[in-house]
């Protein structure tokens, strides 16, 4: 079992900076692929970016591509979102998640097994 706790959401305007972090617990982490997802009111959760278990691949939506950034510190246990050139159209929920085991990595909500419960992040205009 993992356990995931976001934070680092909040009230930017629009152009600025937002780091996310997701820290977990429980089994071990460093050997899940993370990503990150969110969902704003009235439309369906999607997929914002992933990381693999050791940090060497990334990928991102290309809704965020190149404004968005996913590291991860496996020895905090931790996963970040940095977020710069936030936009109106960012506001939602962002949660991360840890895929299923034996996935590398993974950009649907069914490759996720396990689910933080998500941070507001809302960009004023």
């Known amino acids: 079992q993992v356990q995931l706790v976001e934070s680092g959401g909040g009230l930017v305007q629009a152009g600025g900076s937002l780091r996310l972090s997701c820290a977990a617990s429980?089994?071990?982490?460093?050997?899940?692929?993370v990503g990150w997802f969110r969902q704003a009111p009235g439309k369906e959760r999607e997929f914002v970016t992933t990381i693999s278990w050791m940090g060497t691949y990334t990928y991102y939506a290309d809704s965020v591509k190149g404004r968005f950034t996913i590291s991860r510190d496996n020895a905090k246990n931790t996963v970040y979102l940095q977020m710069n050139s936030l936009k109106p159209e960012d506001t939602a929920v962002y949660y991360c998640?840890?895929?299923?085991?034996?996935?590398?990595?993974?950009?649907?909500?069914?490759?996720?097994?396990?689910w933080g419960q998500g941070t507001q992040v809302t960009v004023s205009s």
């Open positions: 429980g089994r071990t982490f460093s050997r899940f692929a």
């Open positions: 998640a840890a895929v299923k085991g034996g996935l590398q990595f993974g950009v649907k909500s069914d490759d996720y097994a396990y």
